[in-house]
């Protein structure tokens, strides 16, 4: 892959940011707000597999109109494959050719949080699901457990429970039951659900107080 090679130094010096990055947002009371836009997989092209996988290339070394979805679609196969570093590079491209404020942006970066959760890389995916946040002004309903899911994985207990305190206040029907955790969070894996329970748990025996 020819055109990752100007990239890998853009991986380090997202590694060197990433701490500024970590810092958490002041929790907020309410988190109401859809995020449909920004909180959902990145597609070019239906399906999955090396005839798709190949597909996306073409789109990318075309530099077609969607080339873009195309590189996000493609840097979450590879990371999905093990193949963590190539993704790495490729979600760092993408990124640093997106302007700011690109609407494309935040989408990315909650993408990437994801990837790098599943690769064991917590606290680096709070600092991109962080910068999903940066700058907008809506409160999104994924902001809660996904933050507390994060935290709780790079062992920032107090943190976590704080956030999960929040998802309880929003809608207290939803988040006072894990047994609804399936339904809300269809998109997780069991463990992740789990790991949820276990914040869950803690929230419940000692719940913040507000605020």
């Known amino acids: 892959m020819t055109y990752l090679r100007p990239v890998f130094g853009l991986v380090m010096l997202l590694l060197a940011s990433t701490a500024y990055a970590q810092r958490m947002p002041t929790v907020a ?9 920004v909180a959902t997989p990145i597609v070019a092209i239906a399906g999955e597999g090396d005839e798709v996988h190949g597909r996306l290339l073409q789109l990318i070394d075309r530099n077609a109109r969607n080339a873009d979805q195309a590189r996000a679609q493609l840097a979450r196969a590879l990371m999905r494959s093990g193949r963590e570093e190539t993704g790495r ?3 760092t491209q993408l990124l640093a050719g997106l302007a700011a404020r690109a609407p494309m942006r935040s989408s990315v970066h909650w993408n990437y ?20 946040l940066d700058g907008r002004l809506v ?40 047994a609804r955790f399936p339904q809300l969070l269809p998109d997780w894996t069991d463990a ?7 914040v869950f748990t803690a929230w419940r025996a000692k719940p913040p107080a507000w605020p």
Do not use: H
């Open 29 to 37: 009371e309410f988190y109401f707000d859809d995020d449909a836009r």
């Open 139 to 178: 409160k999104p309903s994924w902001t809660p457990p996904t933050l507390a899911l994060g935290l709780w994985r790079a062992d920032r207990r107090d943190e976590a429970v704080q956030w999960y305190a929040a998802a309880v206040r929003t809608e207290p029907q939803a988040w006072s039951d894990p």
């Open 113 to 132: 949080g994801w990837d790098l959760y599943r690769a064991g890389n917590a606290d680096e995916a709070l600092a991109q699901w962080v910068l999903a």
């Open 89 to 91: 590079a490729m979600y």
């Open 192 to 198: 992740e659900r789990a790991t949820l329970t276990q």
